[in-house]
């Protein structure tokens, strides 16, 4: 059996990439909109500070819009 090439990379890229907004605060995995009857618990992921969050279940990669966390006037 051949071996792998050493220049392959190991990176594992998100299962999918989400924007959301502050109106979606606090942040869960699965979303309302993902529901269905096979999704993995919910798991509240922490967004506020970096602006993003890694869902350690399904691996869907959230984005938090351009100052969505960010306190108003």
């Not at 618990?41 to 966390?69: H, N, Q």
Request: hydrophobic content about 35%.
């Amino acid at each position: 059996m051949p071996a792998q090439s050493s220049n392959m990379k190991n990176e594992a890229k998100p299962a999918r990439t989400v924007e959301v907004t502050a109106s979606e605060l606090p942040l869960h995995c699965p979303t309302a909109e993902q529901m269905v009857w096979d999704a993995h618990p919910r798991v509240f992921l922490p967004i506020e500070e970096s602006g993003v969050a890694l869902c350690p279940y399904c691996g869907t990669l959230y984005k938090l819009k351009d100052g969505a966390g960010q306190p108003g006037h």
